[in-house]
């Protein structure tokens, strides 16, 4: 008898993640606006290769999101934060951001992470919280041996993030990323699965 070529799961993340502050779930169309009220403002994306995004840029981001949780090699996942502290009885958790996984090298089962927040909710731990949740679940679901992260080297809030989770400075680059109209020096950590659970 002969036996075909092994197939692959394709990868995927167990969801939602929740966490005792936050829920991780993927993007809706319907998230369209809470999405564009964070993703439109200037003090949120001047470190970012992205935005502030028109609406049209917004719908386009939610489009993206939506076509990638069909991709059956799915190498992008853009995740929706909604905290779960709500400020009335009955309300419904707020999305307050986004946090991502994105295979970058998925033959060395390397990823690299990211996360972005409203500013009503910057200096709360959420987006430290967030990124661990979904770096878990990428050491865990996709069997990832490192994840990695970048940023502007004046981004000092998303470099406390990095270090926070444990993550390990491997190295600074000079004027490496092109960004909202100038080149930039960028810091990159990295942490291994190994480092992670321990």
Known sequence: MRLGKRVEPAPSISLPIETPRLTIREFAARDLEALHAYSSLP???????????????????????????????????????????????????RLIGAVGLKLSDPDNRTAEIGYVLHPDFWGHGFALEAARALAHAGFRDLGLQRIVASCD???????RVMEKLGMRREGAFRRSKYIQGAWR??????????EFRA
């Open 43 to 93: 003090e949120v994306t001047q470190f970012l290769v992205w935005g502030p995004n028109s609406l049209a840029q917004s719908k386009q981001a939610v489009r993206t999101f939506l076509d990638d949780q069909k991709d059956k090699d799915r190498v992008n996942f853009d995740l929706a934060v909604l905290s779960k502290q709500v400020e009335k009885r009955g309300a419904k958790p």
């Open 153 to 159: 080297q004046r981004n000092k809030a998303s470099a």
């Open 185 to 194: 020096d960028e810091y990159l950590y990295a942490i291994l699965a190994e």
